[in-house]
């Protein structure tokens, strides 16, 4: 294999692949990206077994062929060479990288056992405005699980029926659920979709207005933007239902300024997190929050001007959790619904209410 490229090229697509190579494997091949030169490009693909990233460039091909590069070794040795016209001149076990006066070496391994990426993909789909599918994905995935233990949370449930949109992501101490409109589909979906997946995608999202298709068939999903090509496999599995999560009423709610309250629970989480639950304490009471954490290093005490509405409540939390929920919602007021000190409270807009948080406060001695 020889062809010739922009080190721009190559660096942009390098670099868009690569989070797709594997980390931790014992297959070799998972860790690198197959570069596969044919008529008057090049396309460079990773995959882990879960999630599969294909890039097309533009590239001078003066000899077609694959090969398969170590995927981070060559993703760092190509970003720094944005500037240059690049060479990849391939054979045998090794592949020279030629760049301005200088060259470089690096070993390759050979492309023919590189797992197979399928993007036949087309059986069910769902159309939806690009800046949609951005807000969902950005208003959701935070809250997916991050460990092993119950996969089927690493993923976010997607459901389209009815003309919208639902997705919902939780990881047994919060959960996030918003819904949109779509311009169309195939018909009713519902599917749970690795998290990280549905982060790739938004990356790869152009900025201006447009519209973009996800794919689905037999367990896998495919998205394609440009010459970018996610695929990924789904979860198999029964995702809890929120609907016997979501309390259906409140005893209290609070309506407050997000910047301020934002702000307070900021400064207090400093104070505390390096402690395991990063705890702090909100003090509701008629026309305002009283918001306090305590640790070695410190503590804080500050009130914040609220609408109040039912009883006085005193509610211990993680929070990352609650400034993690109010990041994400767009108004600038925003509305906690309490019911007790133990059971799940939730975080919305005042207004638009097609997003909501759900948080699962933490049991202290004073309210065990």
């Keep these: 294999m020889k062809i010739v490229c922009e080190g721009l090229d190559l660096s942009d697509a390098v670099l868009k692949v690569v ?126 699980a991050g460990d092993d233990s119950r996969p089927i949370l690493k993923g976010c449930q997607i459901v389209v029926s009815g003309g919208e949109i639902n997705m919902t992501a939780l990881d047994g101490f919060r959960l996030a659920t918003t819904k949109g409109k779509i311009i169309s589909s195939t018909g009713d979906i519902e599917i749970v979709c690795p998290a990280r997946t549905l982060n790739e995608i938004e990356k790869m999202l152009p900025s201006d207005k447009g519209e973009t298709e996800i794919k689905i068939q037999k367990g ?35 309506t407050v300024d997000k910047k301020a309250l934002k702000s307070s629970i900021e400064r207090a989480a400093i104070l505390v997190r390096n402690d395991k639950n990063s705890l702090i304490i909100l003090d509701i009471s008629q026309g305002k929050i009283e918001i306090s954490s305590n640790s070695e290093i ?21 929070s990352k959790f609650i400034s993690d929920a109010i990041n994400a ?37 004073n309210n065990a």
Excluded: H, W
């Design 220 to 254: 896998n999903l495919l998205v394609c933007v440009d010459d970018t090509t996610v695929t990924s496999s789904l979860y198999n599995g029964d995702f809890i239902k929120k609907e016997n999560i979501i309390p259906k009423s409140f005893i209290t709610y609070v």
């Design 298 to 318: 410190g503590n804080l005490c500050e009130p914040v001007k609220a609408e109040v509405d039912g009883k006085d409540l005193k509610i211990a939390m993680n």
């Design 329 to 365: 919602l767009e108004e600038d007021d925003v509305t906690l619904s309490f019911n007790n000190q133990v059971q799940p409270f939730i975080c919305e807009n005042v207004i638009d209410k097609n997003v909501l948080y759900l948080i699962l406060p933490v049991r202290t001695s």
């Design 19 to 144: 989070k797709a190579c594997a980390t931790r494997t014992t297959i070799p091949l998972m860790e690198c990206i197959k570069i596969s030169a044919k008529n008057d490009g090049i396309t460079l693909t990773a995959t882990d077994g879960e999630i599969s990233i294909q890039k097309k460039i533009k590239a001078e091909v003066y000899e077609e062929g694959e090969v398969c590069v170590p995927g981070r070794y060559f993703s760092d040795f190509i970003k720094k060479l944005e500037g240059v016209q690049i060479t990849l001149d391939a054979e045998d076990n090794r592949m020279n990288i030629i760049y301005a006066d200088s060259e470089t070496t690096m070993q390759i391994l050979s492309a023919e056992d590189f797992p197979k990426i399928d993007t036949d993909i087309n059986e069910n789909s769902v159309v939806l405005e690009t800046e949609e599918l951005r807000r969902l994905i950005n208003a959701t995935t935070f809250c997916c």
